[in-house]
């Protein structure tokens, strides 16, 4: 089945603790993103990736490290979360040989940090 | 003004209502756009592509207002299943990984 998996699902945490939320794709899709929601500011881009070894800032990208040393996993970190970065974080991937350009979404983490 | 911008809602609505949302955006540049569909705390999905010409997927019509820089989605005979929140999506020139989401629409459809 085609998805896009991200762990945990949920995570409660402490300010300062770092942590790493995984995503992972079985799409061969060459481009990924992290997006976070919260009320009111709707979906918004953290980074995304291109490709192995190629990734760009998203429009929030401050306190967010990303990697792709892969091209199925595109892990978010969080070096020292703040209670600012309480939100649900949704993955996406996503083709351009597809054409329609859809992004298929991750299930979300929702993450507080405390 | 905000890249893109939708109406909240809610949009309540009785079963077999036709209901339309819009969605303005403010770069005039803008290339490619979508509505996606987010049922409640779950992720989005994609529901159609917004086509120059207007695009239509059974009880779903999608129309793009270049002059007036909108797009809309019509959707006909509402269902119970249609209750959801409506995400308006926009490219912007220069980047395919670039996208804007609206902060959505919800919708409620009412027995």
């Known amino acids: 089945e085609a998805q896009v998996t991200q762990n945990p699902r949920y995570l409660i945490t402490v300010t300062g603790k770092k942590l790493t939320v995984t995503c992972s794709q079985n799409m061969n899709h060459e481009y990924m993103s992290w997006y976070r929601q919260d009320p009111g500011l709707g979906l918004r881009q953290i980074y995304y990736?291109?490709?192995?070894?190629?990734?760009d800032k998203g429009d929030v990208p401050e306190g967010y490290k990303v990697s792709r040393k892969e091209k199925r996993n595109f892990p978010l970190i969080l070096e020292s979360p703040s209670p600012n970065q309480t939100s649900l974080y949704f993955c996406?991937?996503?083709?351009?040989?597809?054409?329609?350009?859809?992004?298929?979404f991750g299930p979300g983490t929702r993450l507080t940090v405390t | 003004r905000k890249e893109v911008e939708q109406d909240p809602g809610p949009f309540n609505v009785p079963e077999g209502a036709t209901v339309a949302f819009n969605c303005t955006y403010s770069?005039?540049?803008?290339?490619?756009f979508f509505w996606y569909r987010q049922d409640c705390r779950k992720e989005p999905k994609l529901l159609m592509s917004?086509?120059?010409s207007g695009n239509e997927d059974g009880r779903f019509t999608a129309q793009l207002n270049r002059a007036s820089q909108y797009i809309s989605l019509l959707i006909r005979d509402s269902k119970l299943s249609d209750s959801a929140t409506y995400l308006c999506v926009v490219r912007p020139p220069g980047g395919y990984q670039k996208v804007t989401f609206g902060t959505g629409t919800k919708l409620q459809v009412i027995p």
């Open positions: 996406a991937s996503s083709s351009p040989g597809q054409g329609t350009h859809e992004q298929y």
């Open positions: 770069n005039s540049a803008s290339q490619s």
């Open positions: 990736s291109m490709n192995v070894e190629v990734t």
């Open positions: 917004v086509y120059s």
